[in-house]
């Protein structure tokens, strides 16, 4: 998540007008509408009768405000609640855009940034409760969304002599984080486990992602699912519903505990599935991928 975020800021727009706004509301706000209603009625009338939801009471009328408020777990979102993300993400372009709006200039820009960050850290530790399009993730999430922007002339554009060895010393900094973490991280329900070790682990690990694809360029395949990241988001858990009930059909069973090698082995499948939906909706429907 750290990553999509960070991203996110690196693409962040110079200008600061309202046609920009709109332009991030057509490509995030439109698609995660049009697919959550999609996603909803298909749960309301198919998906909540068979699997894990036929087995827990949910109610539609709540499943349906999820939609609007984008957060509260399987209570509001059990139609799909990895769609959290795009109203999240869409907050933090719109509260670093009235930061960079009214604050000229940039030191003081990146102090408030950290800390909106740090109010973000503090407010799940207080308050036990989930807010609208998940704001507290939101202020976190300006952290990295912020390096990316004001970083991104250093290390994306830029090649260095010793990209190979920093990318190993990434990796091994990268590990050891993971290994002190010891923690599941889940910012939807905003579970950072120690922030620090979180917040270091976010920027190495990130560090370490980018530089691999850029060292290994066989990797650059990749970049047609880099533009299709909101229909991959709102598809993924039905894509798995799919090879699930393949799954039962040959092997006669509907309890399934994957390990983390049959997990990647699960990501190519899903994406094997899913790429001539992709196709389709590229050339069909684009407003469900963010695009005219």
Not at 185 to 210: K, T
Not at 261 to 272: A, G
């Amino acid at each position: 998540m750290p990553l999509f975020f960070l991203i996110a800021g690196i693409f962040h727009p110079e200008k600061t007008n309202f046609v920009i706004i709109k332009k991030r509301v057509k490509q995030i706000l439109v698609p995660y509408f049009l697919w959550s209603f999609l996603l909803y009625f298909f749960w309301l009338f198919v998906g909540r009768n068979y699997g894990e939801s036929s087995f827990i009471e949910l109610s539609p009328y709540k499943n349906l405000i999820g939609i609007f408020f984008a957060q509260g777990d399987k209570e509001y979102m059990n139609w799909e609640i990895p769609m959290w993300f795009l109203p999240s993400i869409f907050l933090t372009f719109l509260i670093f855009w009235i930061i960079k709006r009214i604050i000229k200039k940039e030191r003081n820009r990146i102090l408030l940034s950290i800390a909106f960050g740090i109010i973000g850290f503090v407010i799940p530790r207080i308050w036990d409760v989930s807010l609208i399009w998940s704001l507290d993730v939101s202020l976190t999430s300006l952290i990295f969304y912020v390096f990316g922007y004001y970083s991104k002339k250093y290390w994306v554009y830029k090649k260095f002599e010793w990209e190979k060895t920093s990318l190993f010393i990434l990796f091994i900094l990268h590990i050891l984080c993971s290994i002190f973490l010891l923690q599941k991280v889940d910012m939807y329900r905003s579970n950072y486990g120690n922030e620090i070790l979180f917040i270091l682990n976010a920027f190495v690990g990130v560090l370490f992602w980018c530089n691999l694809l850029r060292v290994f360029k066989f990797l650059s395949f990749l970049s047609f699912f880099g533009k299709n990241t909101i229909p991959i988001l709102a598809m993924q858990l039905r894509s798995l519903t799919v090879i699930k009930l393949i799954l039962l059909i040959f092997l006669g069973t509907s309890v399934f505990n994957f390990n983390e090698l049959e997990k990647v082995m699960l990501v190519f499948f899903q994406l094997l599935i899913m790429y001539p939906i992709l196709l389709l909706i590229n050339k069909y429907l684009p407003i469900l991928n963010g695009k005219n």
